[in-house]
């Protein structure tokens, strides 16, 4: 399939809906890194898939790997390359339900404010719990947290989501790159996120409507 080049996705963006960008640039279609290996794209989902027990229908190669070139608004049009990461999002509610829930029962019994560094732990997980995703293997754990054994859930989580992604380096077609995973609730919290994105980079754009 073809690649738009960075100024033919310019044009893209100023003539159709970011919503309808998202759906067929980012969820649909071949990824660009995988452009000359189908084979390599199935591995990684049949092994994201079995590890994580997702369906790999929810599973999502996206950003540079995807397109051939960055869409974060801080480095838009950066070719992707050797040295460039694969970013995966995988969408679960069962999965996200389990983090917010056991975040639930860590928070319930307490009757204080939490303090210090633990107001910004908590804040942090309020935070990707409203926005509807979590990068599991980035949640830190300090050992002054209270009641760990109530965390021992999303500790779990959080090594096995780590081990799947790290563990891709055994292939030889990921031995190289870095592969990293976000957690998303559902779908239409992927797409709003990525439609955000988008939506910065359109505004940078010479002659965009503002």
């Known amino acids: 399939m073809p690649y738009p080049s960075v100024k033919e996705f310019e044009k893209i963006l100023l003539t159709l809906p970011l919503e309808e ?8 279609g071949e990824p660009y890194v995988f452009r000359t290996s189908a084979r390599a794209h199935t591995l990684l989902k049949q092994h994201v898939s079995q590890h994580l027990n ?9 950003g540079s790997a995807r397109i051939g070139f960055s869409l974060s608004p801080d480095s838009f049009g950066r070719q992707f390359s050797a040295e460039s990461d694969i970013d995966v999002i995988v969408i679960n509610e069962q999965l996200f339900d389990l ?43 300090n050992p002054d947290l209270p009641f ?34 976000r957690l998303y609730r559902t779908w239409d ?14 505004q940078s754009i010479p002659g965009a409507p503002q």
């Open 54 to 62: 997702t369906p790999e229908d929810d599973i999502r190669i996206v």
């Open 21 to 28: 960008i998202v759906q067929e640039h980012l969820f649909g």
């Open 148 to 181: 760990p054994q109530v965390l021992s859930p999303l500790r779990d989580h959080a090594a096995l989501w780590f081990d799947t992604f790290r563990s891709l380096a055994r292939y030889p077609e990921f031995a190289k790159r870095d592969v990293s995973g």
């Open 99 to 141: 983090i917010w829930m056991t975040l639930l029962r860590w928070h319930y019994p307490r009757r204080n404010q939490p303090f210090g560094s633990l107001r910004e732990w908590a804040s942090s997980r309020r935070r990707d719990v409203f926005l509807g995703w979590f990068t599991p293997h980035q949640i830190q754990f």
């Open 189 to 202: 919290h992927a797409l709003l996120y990525h439609v955000a994105g988008l939506s910065q980079i359109k």
